[in-house]
């Protein structure tokens, strides 16, 4: 099992920056990948971005692209995600997932962590 636990929502002025962290415990050599998703109210989860657990590479939604950055610290098996230029449509309830042998399955959630941003 893995565990994880996400921080660092908040509200925040358009334009702003956040840090959300996602800390994981648990069985975490089984982790392939690390994902952020979030879902706005009445709106479908989307997914943001993830970073590969040991070789690091990254991708991102096109909405983001520019202004978020995912980065992991394994010696604190932690990863963050840092969003700048934040919009009023980046508002949402933020996920943290873990994916143990393919990308395309989430094994792993996180709680959420919500983001407010004002206009």
């Known amino acids: 099992q893995v565990q994880l636990v996400e921080s660092g929502g908040g509200l925040v002025q358009a334009g702003g920056s956040l840090r959300l962290a996602c800390a994981a415990s648990g069985r975490i050599f089984s982790i392939l990948a690390m994902h952020w998703f979030r879902q706005a109210p009445g709106k479908e989860r989307e997914f943001v971005g993830y970073?590969?657990?040991?070789?690091?590479?990254?991708s991102y939604t096109n909405s983001v692209k520019g202004r978020f950055t995912i980065s992991r610290d394994n010696g604190k098996n932690t990863v963050y995600l840092q969003m700048n230029s934040l919009k009023p449509e980046d508002t949402a309830v933020y996920y943290c997932?873990?994916?143990?042998?393919?990308?395309?399955?989430?094994?792993?959630w996180g709680q959420g962590t919500q983001v407010t941003v004002s206009s």
């Open positions: 997932a873990a994916s143990k042998t393919t990308m395309a399955k989430y094994d792993y």
């Open positions: 970073i590969s657990w040991t070789g690091g590479s990254t």
